[in-house]
């Protein structure tokens, strides 16, 4: 049996080792994190809705009319009223005929994969692609080729040889420690002319762009022929859980037929679906969230470029800054935190080497006061800026 100790200390010395942290709070800009008072600026919850009360309020009421788990899969005895009803307004919400919920995300993004690709097909995968993406991939068994990112005449180049099989584009539509946008137009048309799938896993676009939040597929103006297989999570924007993938009749039905990480799961608890629903009305109500939001961004990007740091070219609430090195990033995360302030330093090899970072998330729930708190902060972050 081969030892474990050694791998984990060289991680601790190459800082590369992760810590779990223990919160004691809801989620909201100030966190009770270990203990301590923390003015939280790493989370995804975009529009602020995770501790909204009617979110609450409607996941109490669900938990009573259907208690607190589901009980079984969706095709067993787990498929409720509340699960249904989600559905039809993901549905109608994304512009597509169907919707089919999922537990995860990482778990939707497997299923629809290994769903519709097998050993003779080819899916093609920007560089820079969620994990769950990446890992769908090797589930399918399909031949698995990346393309750099954002470069669509790479990709062309690479579906040019491409004569038998299925093909499948996947992308991030907000690329998750970038926070930059897929080039889903261009990406459309040339998976129109090869007749080849195209996946966007939309987890940090839903809610925040488009009309209404509906993401970065219709803030391209794309609709349902240009983007068949759209995956969206419901922990980000929408502040509760779980995920699903939106699509033709055809399309969910075969992934209710042949996606495994579907078929063999345990259904989201109903009350979860019904806080859901209620998030998704704040989302399509509450334009205000998204406005303030914008105007959030556009002052941090401002303020974060004349104070000279390297700042990566992001127009969403995701604003990586880059140190470099893994310890240059761990030290700017605990001179902030000194601060308390909380911004989480993302090291190799969720980000390729020389490119760790701060990953600052800003969200709805932030005021304009904790912004200037956080940017004083930067101001005074120790060490050379990388160039």
Known sequence: MKPLQPELERRRKAHLYRRRRVLDSPQGPLLTVDGRELLSFCSNDYLGLANHPRVIEAMQQGARRYGAGSGSA??????????????????????????????????????????????????YQDRLNHASLIDGGVLSRARLKRFRHNDVAHLERQMAGQRDGEAMVAVD???????????????????????????????????????????????????????????????????????????????????????????????????????????????????ERREHLQRLIDRFRREVQRLGLSLMDSPTAIQPILAGSSEQALAWSRALEARDILVTAIRPPTVPEGSARLRVTLSASHSMAQLERLLEALAGLPGEVPA
């Open 173 to 287: 539509g907000v690329f998750s420690m970038d926070g930059d946008l897929a080039a889903l137009p261009e990406l459309a048309s040339s998976c129109a002319r090869q007749g080849a799938w195209l996946l966007v896993d939309d987890a940090h676009g839903l809610g925040v762009l488009g009309r209404e939040g509906r993401g970065s597929v219709d803030h391209f103006g794309l609709g349902q022929d240009e983007v068949p297989l759209l995956m969206g999570t419901l922990g980000k924007a929408l502040g509760s859980f779980g995920a699903f993938v939106a699509g033709s009749e055809a399309l969910i039905e075969t992934l209710i037929q042949q996606s495994r990480s579907y078929i063999y799961t345990t259904a989201l608890p109903p009350a979860v679906a019904e806080a859901t629903r209620a998030s998704l009305r704040l989302v399509r109500s509450e334009g």
């Open 74 to 123: 969706h095709l067993v005895s787990g498929h409720s009223t509340a699960h249904h009803a989600l559905e039809e307004e993901l549905a109608e919400f994304t512009g597509r005929e169907r919707a089919l919920l999922y537990s995860t995300g990482y778990m939707a993004n497997q299923g629809v994969i290994a769903a519709l690709l097998g050993r003779d097909d080819t899916l």
